[in-house]
Structure formats: C-alpha cells, structure tokens
C-alpha cells in the first residue's frame, strides 16, 4: 500500500492517529508502519461496541467421555489403528511455542525454560523427547509444525537449531508465526507502543490454524497427505503427542476431533470442561459452570461436568479447512497494554486499560460436528508449568516428571 492507500484505509476505519510520528521515521520505519496497517484486519474493531452481546454462550448439557477402562480395553485395536495412520504420513503435531517465560522470571520463550535440577532440561526438550517415543515406536519421523510469535521466533529457531532439535530430525520440522491482532482502548482506537509501531497481541489459541495457512505450510500438509493434526500448548511437559491409542479411537469413533481429558481434581479447578453447547461439542469454562451444572450428576453418580481439557487436541484437516470457510466468534478480552500517550512516552498501566482480540480453540470445538473426549491419567499426562511455585508450577511439574521416571 502506498501512503495515500493507507491513508484512505484508516480514514475509513477512524485510526488516522497512527501516523501521528510518521514524519519522524526513518524510511525503514515507515515502510514497516504502512506495511503493518496494510496487514491489520480493522473490521473486527467494531466489536468492542457489542461486546456484551458476543459474550453470550447457548444451553449448555454433559458430554460423556471415553473413559480410562474403556479406553484400557480397547488399547490394542485403538493403537494398531493409530500406529497404521501415523506409519502412513497421516498425523501431523502442532505445538504451540508464541509465549514467553515472563512468569517463570524468564525473558526467553517459555520452550526455553529448564526445568532440570542436576542437568539441563529444557520444556522443549521434554516434548521433543515425548514425540520421538512415537517416532521410535511407529518407525517413522512425524511432522512437527512449530508456531512461535513475532516477539520469540527468531530465539527459538536459534535455540532449537543450535540443539539439533534435541535428536529430532530438523527436515520434519517447520514453524510459522502467528497472527496478530491489534490492541485498542475502550473506543476501538488502536494504541501505538511505538512511533512507528502498533500495538498488537497474539490472535488467541484458536488462530493456530489461520496462521498454519497463511505461512503456506497447508501446501505441505496436502503434499505430504496429513489427515489429522495434534495441536498441543508448550507448557504441559508430560502430554503425549500423535498417541496412537488416542488417534485409533478418535478414528475408530469416527470423530473429527479428539479432545485428551483429565478428571477434574476439585469442582472449582480452573480448567475448562468438555460438554455439549445447543447440542454440538464445546467447552464451559470454569467460571460459566452454574451452581446447578457443578451439581449434576451422570448415570454414574459422577459429576455431569467432570473432565477437564488440557489443551491437547486432535483434528481433523478436512474439517479444519470447512471451518475456514466461516469466521469464528471474536473474544475481546481486557487486559493492561502498553502504549503512547499524547506527548509520545510509553505508559505501562497498573490496570486494565482497552481490549484485545481473540479466536479461541473452544469455538474451533464448537465447528465441529463430533467431538470425541478421550481420558488420560493425570499424574502421567498432565504437568502445566504456569507459574514457579504452587499449582501448575515448575515445583509441581518436577515432582510429576520425577514420578513418571525422568531424570531432573
């Protein structure tokens, strides 16, 4: 776009205030100012005016899990399915590495934090390791597609490269950023963190997808013939990534999403809970669960809303492109976000101060048409590290590492 373009496009929009510094640029950070206007989707900034009304959710009832007996039952035919999909090119994984260490007091990409205590283990490491315990069994390399941000790619290329993957074979390896969002205040005016810089944030964990497309990385998945794709977040240190047990069932039951569950460990845990929403797959979160829907009860006399998702899922690619086709629901979050203020000096609020906008994996649930919830066991699949100490913490998920025979 040239400037004039670009001048038309905020015109339209209201946002003429981001070329307030543009004069003060260098060309370099002109080029780069106009190229990101140009990128930035600006129809979605009208939402912050309906805010309330996206905010509605549908009639929410229970969703039965396959749970850890029928699943042991089961386990030789569900593997042998799932080991002839993935020895057939037909599983692909998706980890999701755009955050930071910030919580854990770390400037680096969350991948990068170590969480051994005689030697160095990094997170990275033990999801690289988890994922080459498939490779070994099935035989066959498994493409990992990587999605850093635009704050950690460079770093974590550089970090993953410079430790031969940690044994993974680097041609199974692609990454692709992920798309931002603009950041605004309460008016829809998108705030600038620098003179010639807007301020964006990632586009939610439901923009892992959109972003895989527009980095090109679908030619591959089509050239190659990837059917399912096992999208998983970076800091669960023990989750069990292209499980051929997992993958056979959610094939066998012919679903077009699996979701990997855990039983809840208190009715208050903050987790989300898989469930039916106006009778197609969800998720509730767990501030939206009634005191009603907390004390539901199933057949079993277990709690209707017992399993909790942790972020492992696996979908189907047919699936995934129908539902490109549609524009998923927009979450507009308020959160603190640093910007310029009139006299152009950065401010970093103590309180909330405008919105960002999301997609949400819960509303890619939400698109499809059958969802299969798989349980696992905690203690040998769940290790969240979101905080240093206390619940989800390194301190926790070393204690589980150890349990499960992995040396810190």
Known sequence: MTLSQVKDKLEKYGQEHLLKYYDELTATEQEALLAQIEATDMDVLEACKHREEMTQRGEFSPLAAMQLSEIEANRESFTTIGLEAIRSGKVGAVLLAGGMGTRLGSDNP??????????????????????????????????????????????????????????????????????MAAATD????????????????????????????????????????????????????????ADPCFVGATIQKNCVVGAKVVRKNAPDERVGVICLEDGRPSIVEYYELTEEMAAAKDEKGDPAYYFGVILNYLFSVTELERILEKSLPLHIVEKKIQYLDEAGELIKPEAPNGYKYENLVLDMIHQMTSCLPFEVEREKEFAPIKNMTGVDSVESARVLLQKNGVNL
């Open 110 to 179: 969350k991948g990068m934090f170590n969480v051994g205590l005689t030697r160095e283990l990094y997170i990275f490491e033990c999801i690289i390791n988890n994922l080459l315990d498939v490779v070994h069994r099935a035989d066959t390399w498994i493409h990992l597609f990587v999605m850093t941000s635009d704050k950690n790619h460079e770093s974590t290329v550089k970090f993953l490269t410079e430790h031969g993957f940690f044994g993974y074979k680097e041609d199974y390896v692609h990454f692709f950023t992920q798309e």
């Open 186 to 241: 309460y008016q829809g005016k998108i705030y600038l963190e620098e003179k010639g810089k807007l301020s964006t944030s990632p586009n939610g964990n439901g923009g892992w997808f959109i972003s895989m497309k527009k980095s090109g990385l679908l030619e591959l998945v089509h050239r190659e013939g990837i059917q399912w794709l096992n999208v998983f977040a970076v800091d669960n240190v023990l989750q069990r990534i």
